[in-house]
């Protein structure tokens, strides 16, 4: 079961790091996705990482200002926010999924496993 935190209150233009980590068992062995809720918005992915680390996605609407790396030691992913911005705000969750590909990483159904999200406000 993944487990999301790092969320906060941040100012515009700033930055921050949500992590995700692993409430028992691994995540070492599944592709990792982040997705975010707006209020009244439909849950859209973000970014994926596959299991080794070697490919990621992103959608272009956060090209650029988000960053996704993962230490399977540690067992942790983590999501890097740069220049957040007001339409950045959401509740993020991640995802454990066997399944890598631009089609799959966007789409929350081909996700197996949730956690149960962190909230990022961005306000000044």
């Known amino acids: 079961q993944p487990v999301e935190s790092g969320g906060g209150l941040v100012q515009p233009g700033g930055s921050l790091t949500l992590s995700c980590a692993a409430s028992?068992?691994?995540?070492?062995?599944?592709?990792i996705g982040w997705f975010r809720q707006a209020p009244g918005k439909e849950r859209e992915g973000v970014s994926c990482?596959?299991?080794?680390?070697?490919?990621?996605w992103f959608p272009d609407s956060v090209k650029g200002r988000f960053a996704i790396s993962r230490d399977n030691e540690k067992n942790t992913v983590e999501l890097h926010i740069a220049n957040v911005k007001p339409e950045d705000t959401g509740i993020y969750y991640c995802?454990?999924?066997?399944?890598?590909?631009?089609?799959?990483?966007?789409?929350?159904?081909?996700?197996?496993?949730w956690g149960r999200g962190t909230q990022l406000t961005v306000s000044s």
């Open positions: 028992g068992g691994t995540l070492s062995n599944w592709h």
């Open positions: 995802a454990a999924g066997g399944i890598f590909s631009d089609f799959y990483c966007s789409r929350a159904s081909s996700f197996d496993y």
């Open positions: 990482i596959s299991s080794s680390g070697g490919r990621t």
